[in-house]
């Protein structure tokens, strides 16, 4: 599969989250998702840049259409980042685990909405990519 980028967006304030938001609706609305599909997008980019901001200060999330001839159309977001990364990764994906103030149901949140979450973390450099792929 060959990816389109469709935007790239540097998380560097809370704007940036609703920018990054913002993008990968719209990309989902122009692929043909469904508004279900538009909004669980969303929030689990919301979800990621939030965290990027929190937890790192800033990061960048790409968001990118990626098709072949006859397969499914996929949308794939990767957020990164150069904080602290997570100490332990299986830890966050269980629900109410949390290394800040918040309820710990981010990660699982973005696990449970999204067809694939992949998370590479270590101190200096997260790479957290989702995919998901358009309902028939």
């Known amino acids: 599969m060959i990816p389109r980028v469709h935007a790239t967006v540097a998380i560097l304030a ?4 609703i920018a990054a938001r913002h993008a990968g609706r ?14 669980r997008l969303a929030t689990a980019i919301s979800e990621l840049a939030r965290n ?10 790409t968001i990118h259409e990626e098709a072949a001839p006859g397969a499914q159309t996929l949308i794939r977001v990767v957020v990164s980042d150069e904080g602290p990364g997570i100490a332990d990764v299986a830890a966050a994906l269980q629900p109410g685990f949390s290394t800040g103030n918040g309820l710990g149901l981010g990660l699982p949140a973005v696990q449970r909405l999204t067809d694939q ?3 590479d973390s270590r ?4 790479v ?9």
Do not use: K, N, Y
């Open 26 to 39: 719209e990309l989902a609305r122009a692929l043909g998702f469904g508004t279900v599909d538009q909004t």
């Open 117 to 119: 979450l992949t998370i």
């Open 14 to 17: 809370q704007s940036d989250v």
């Open 123 to 126: 101190p200096g450099r997260t």
């Open 52 to 61: 990027t901001l929190q937890h790192a200060g800033t990061g960048l999330c």
């Open 128 to 136: 957290i990519e989702i995919t998901m792929g358009r309902r028939r």
